[in-house]
């Protein structure tokens, strides 16, 4: 068993190093919510000092539609005693650079220790590993690679990283670099480097200290202490004609934490690149929404398209579930695509053989009925979307979540009639769903029927 650390001045030095070492910010806000203290990775959150953050309303570092959030936290704490957590809440944190960050936040409520007589905050930063799966998603989608790159490279911004990158990427012949991000804020081509060699027939794993880079290079870094070049072979090379460049605050290869997201982020750019030598979108041509395992929004529209090219008169359901948004507020986005998948699976179980059922946004789903189904069968199915889910749902040990589910619904459309109009149709109708209380359905009018 270690020994128990002493009193002395050298703890409350260890005490100022832990607390500003931790992947978050610790706060203190007293009854009105004014930081009294503030300690951890505060610039990398906001991109502003701790003296900024003191003395501050946190509520004033959020945007006005997401202060109630915080709001909700405090109230929520102070209700509790001083031994229960609150939490998590996901806070988008406004960054100096105008983007906010997203943190998890928990609360701790204080107000009667005379010591401290607030509540205690805890905004722990996302993680790298967050914005791979939305950087997977959005490939899936059909973003442009450069982008892509770009947004992988600035999760590696994120623990447990925490380190500036940019991706450099070399033309098939060879003559052109550009960095993704377009302009980084870290030295890169066509300034000296290690990047130079990191790609091509000696390529190799490269770390460089400060000392060993070209004058000039070292008067851009920016505060950054070192610097790694990651080679990336895709898929049909024999030499790489691609890297990754982490730049670092810290002196030392990258540790085993930070080298595992790093790898993570490579396989992801070396399976994108290999999708999209000439600038050809990732996974073009599938057709399954990965999270929950339907049709995409991409497979949706194009068996709509399909039946309405051929003359069908399809019926469409367009459903948007009801009160989602409050789960993932609540609950965090682990929580929300955990129901989701739930979600997927009432549906299924709802729909006929022969309907197309597909996932199209984050909380919105359809359903493509053939041109043969009538009005009470799409009724029918309709009032079994709606019973379904209805039913709570369960997600690990938190309380049964309650959504609900509002449904568009168009059918009798003239043959012809075209895939927008009929998504506009059903959109209008679920609208009208919405307005009359939600957890029920609307059938939009068909032309026939409005000249009638």
Request: hydrophobic share 45%; aromatic share 4%.
């Amino acid at each position: 068993m270690s020994a128990p650390i002493e009193s002395g001045p050298d703890v409350l030095g260890i005490h100022a190093h832990l607390l500003a070492s931790i992947p978050g910010v610790l706060v203190l806000l007293d009854a009105r919510g004014i930081v009294r203290f503030a300690s951890g990775q505060v610039e990398h959150l906001g991109g502003e000092s701790v003296d900024v953050l003191v003395g501050s309303e946190l509520t004033s570092h959020l945007e006005p539609k997401d202060r109630p959030l915080l709001t909700w936290l405090l109230a929520a704490s102070a209700a509790k005693s001083p031994e229960q957590l609150t939490g998590p809440v996901r806070l988008p944190y406004l960054h100096t650079d105008g983007r906010p960050r997203l943190a998890e936040a928990w609360a701790l409520n204080r107000l009667a220790d005379p010591a401290l007589a607030g509540f205690v905050v805890l905004l722990l930063l996302e993680s790298a590993y967050d914005h791979f799966d939305q950087v997977l998603a959005s490939a899936q989608a059909g973003v442009a690679l450069e982008d892509n790159l770009s947004a992988l490279a600035g999760a590696l911004a994120l623990p447990p990283v925490l380190g500036e990158s940019f991706f450099v990427v070399a033309s098939p012949d060879g003559r052109k670099i550009s960095c993704f991000p377009p302009n980084p804020s870290v030295p890169g081509p066509p300034a000296a480097g290690p990047w130079d060699q990191a790609m091509g027939r000696d390529s190799a794993i490269l770390y460089t200290e400060l000392a060993g880079l070209p004058e000039s290079t070292r008067a851009a870094a920016k505060g950054s202490r070192s610097v790694s070049c990651f080679p990336i072979l895709t898929r049909g090379e024999s030499t790489p004609s691609a890297c990754l460049v982490v730049w670092s605050r810290e002196l030392g290869p990258l540790g085993t934490t930070e080298r595992t997201a790093v790898d993570r982020a490579l396989i992801l750019a070396s399976l994108m690149m290999s999708h999209s030598v000439v600038g050809e979108r990732l996974l073009e041509e599938a057709s399954q929404d990965l999270l929950t395992g339907l049709g995409n929004r991409r497979s949706y529209f194009q068996a709509l398209d399909s039946r309405v090219a051929a003359g069908d008169r399809p019926a469409v359901l367009y459903i948007d579930i009801d009160g989602f948004k409050d789960v993932n507020d609540r609950l965090g986005r682990l929580a929300g695509d955990s129901a989701l998948r739930v979600i997927a699976r009432r549906l299924s179980s709802v729909v006929r053989p022969t309907d197309d059922l597909a996932r199209i946004g984050g909380d919105e789903f359809a359903i493509l009925c053939a041109s043969d189904v009538t009005e009470p069968q799409v009724i029918a199915i309709a009032a079994r979307v709606v019973e379904r889910l209805a039913e709570p749902i369960s997600i690990g040990d938190a309380p049964a979540l309650k959504v609900g589910a509002s449904i568009g619904i168009v059918l009798d459309f003239p043959p012809g009639t075209t895939s927008d109009a009929l998504l506009a149709s059903a959109d209008e109708a679920l609208c009208e769903a919405k307005a009359a209380g939600r957890s029920c359905w609307r059938v939009a009018p068909a032309p026939e029927r409005q000249r009638a």
